[in-house]
DNA sequence: CGATTTTGACCTGCGC
DNA sequence: GCGCAGGTCAAAATCG
């Protein structure tokens, strides 16, 4: 953990120690780094009570050992007199005037001493190495007892979300498909307290293998009957509306399938199991929302993504219709996002991320892809129970970075649980310099920097990332943010995005290497804030791939449904 | 001409 | 049951 806040603040200095959040946040503030303190104290007192009497043991053997160290003295003392006594025998040799029984007597002397001390010394060492085995033993206790905190706190957090997700689940699910229910059970059951699931019934290699949403599917398909090809990627589809929208979404187009529960129950008619693992599960995907907040005066920010826009509508209580686009990268690919402006301060754009990518990515996407979809499996698998006030993994997260209270929130409120990072907030100048040159985000359409990091790596990201979700930091939690969520921010720092810090194509490379090689999800995460405030930047800056949609306009859409 | 956007219609869930 | 709001579809319009 220590690594990881180290990784994180040495390679993305979070910007949370911004003079306005201090000015805003103070107690906050004070009250995560209290927390922290306390958290750490509270470690501190466990831990130091069992150091201190291990100290305190520690102390008294040396204590002990130092007298046994100068009778280890002795000892050498001992030998120094065998020594002398060598000499006197020698003397006694050279000299010839001692005689025999006076030498045998202080020879038996001298022997008795030398077996005694060694004796002493014998029982010494092995009441160091009792100590030692002890002090071992206490450390792994320790270790022990928080790994053990650790699983109960995640199978707490899986308990609740299995429950919501039977609850979710279709009515009338027999109990064949009940057996399955570990499945979504497995597929929430990521990081550390995977490697302890006692329901999972899955092999060694899958687990293995398991480190993303996908893989997860992959395995209860695999394991079910095999038809990998339709739980592979379609997790988002089965359980949207439970596949009422019988008349249109038959259609024959191939791009709808990705959408389509129908074609999902159609193409895998092998049993109802599958379809409610899938339902179950992905009901729970679709439902994790991560949603971004950044300035930026272009329509949408620059993911690395390429989106199709499929709609658009006025939403309550904003001005700023929302449109809704479409991941067009790949067929059927199941992420959709939704790009509204912020109405309080329409300098924010805010982009709600849902599902994950069913095709490699690009590394600018990937970034934020990787961070949404653990994001998105840290909030299903955590952060709702925390929501619950049973657990609360995040404060360790805090306590794992506390510098990033104001950067991301957690709503775990109906209707959709979302992680909101805000990126409004502007980072340190000292610790985002800004490059010369603007930034440019790769994109697919150039094929050098698509497959060859994507293709191999991304299972790796996503379960490296996703094994890390407790450690997504920085996750500050809102009971109840509801609607309200996208104005936490109560005073919008005035600052315009080409202000904004930005950074270069090497930084995001690093960061993306970072991704791609650290396991860390705090640097995933950093790596997709910088992506995006590159991207924000660029959509400012320079002229891209954006479409000329314009959301600005306003283009009241209020009477959709009249 | 294909891809994308626009936009009215449709569907669903939820609250009253 | 009704109305509202969110979300999606798909034909038409637009763009490159």
Redesign the pocket.
Known sequence: MADSRNITNNMFQFPVSLSADKDELPSSAAREVDFFKEKINRADDHHDSKTTSVMVKKENSLSEVAPRSSAALNVNTGLHLLTANTRSDQSTVDDGVSSDADDKRSKNIELAQLQLELQKMNTENQRLKDMLSQVTTNYSALQMHFVALMQQQQQQNHGVESNKDQQETVEGKSSEEKKHDVVPRQFMDLGPSAETDEISNSSSDERTRSGTPQNHFEVASTKNNGKLEMVKYDQENSTF??G??I???E?P?SE?QG?NPNKVQKLNPAGSANKAIEQSAEATMRKARVSVRARSEAPMITDGC?W??????????NPCP?A?YRC?MAVGCPV?K?VQRCAEDRTILITTYEGNHNHPLPPAAMAMASTTAAAATMLLSGSMSSADGIMNPNLLARAILPCSSSMATISASA?FPTVTLDLTHSPNPLQFPRPPTPFQVPFPGQPQNFAPVTTPQLPQVFGQALYNQSKFSGLQLSQDMGSSQLGHQTQPQVLHSGQQPSLSQDTLSAATAAITSDPNFTAALAAAISSIIGGANNNTTTTTNN????NSNA?N?T????
């Open positions: 509306r439970d009422k929208r008349g249109r979404e259609s187009e709808s959408w390429q199709r826009k499929y709609g658009q509508k006025m939403a309550k209580g929302r809704y067009t959709r939704q209707p479409t000329t949609n314009n283009t859409n009477s959709n449904r009249n």
